[in-house]
């Protein structure tokens, strides 16, 4: 059966993270939305319901019985059996809110539904960018379940320091990990398939490392951390969500952040995380176009797709910057950084299109993936609208 993920009400709460992606495409724990509900619903056949501007790229839903479904949340066992249950013209309730229904999608409405189930049970529900980071050692965990379920992992290397319960390590095929120190104590690792981790590098779970990713020499990870495929991380990270295809291969520290995809954070990159006033952190809200309270103590920055920092940039509690940005200026950046800009501060002349067509596609080049027309398009949408 085809899954639809509908973006519902939550897209604009996660920009800018979703000036280029549907809310299914964020990753979070090991997996990305999308991939974490393909996997419990046992099916290959996705689209999205999402911004028009996107679904170039992000086929809309073909015209015929579907389930329905807000993605961005942790299912239980119950609600997963409910959902699986569904029959047409039937949906669940969490908080008021529509999260999964069985509907066609031929003349799609939501009047089609005739039942309504309430879900009673409390369910982690990812409603803004900082939930990523917040909730991604509870991701981890069900996610580590999700895939290592009836498998074998890979022996640890004789080489390597290990503490905690061996069952809380999943190595998966390929994977290098020799000369490190690996700690289970405070959560689960899992190091995906062809990734590595070099020599000398202290892991303090949880921790997910992906497909093909690198832990380079000497790093200092610090759960709950997530580095998506093909990324490579070196230095000092504390609760981070790296999307994937994005490198901080340097010393320097990046703490309770998201970082999109195709990111490069220059050596000696530096994200506080928290205020000297110990006060609580506030973030840009493209909803409101104001800066709103998160509520946490800790919280670094949020970083859209293809952006970069320069080496010893230093960025500021509480920093959000958008899209295809290139931040090199002296000094402490602002808050905001938009989309495009070019230096990192306000009224900045903004980073021409054409050559952020060029930077993208040597970027995407180095792992062999084009920059394809309907990313261009993408491109073009967000440098004249946002």
Known sequence: MQLVFSDAQYWEDFL?????????????????????????????????????????????????????????FLPTETVIQQIKELKQGEALVYEDELVAAKINMDGFSLNQIEKMTDIKEELIFFKKPTDLFTFNKEAIDFDFELLTQGKTSQELSSTNGFLGNKEDLFIEEGAEVEFSTINTKTGKIYIGKNAEVMEGCNLRGPIALCEGSKFNLGAKIYGATTVGPHSKVGGEVSNIIIFGYSNKGHDGFIGNSVIGEWCNLGADTNSSNLKNNYGTVKLWNYRTKDFQDTGLQFAGVIMGDHSKTAINTQLNTGTVIGVASNIFKEGFPPNLIENFSWGGFKDDERFKLDKAYEVAEKVMARRKLPLTEHDKAIFKHIFENY
Do not use: H
């Open 16 to 72: 800018p993270l979703t000036f280029t992606r549907p809310v299914a495409e964020m990753r979070c724990g090991i997996l990305t939305f999308s991939e974490r509900w393909q996997k419990i619903l046992d099916s290959a056949e996705i689209s999205w319901f999402t911004e028009l501007y996107l679904q170039g790229k992000f086929r809309e839903p073909e015209k015929k019985e579907s389930l329905f479904l807000v993605p961005n």
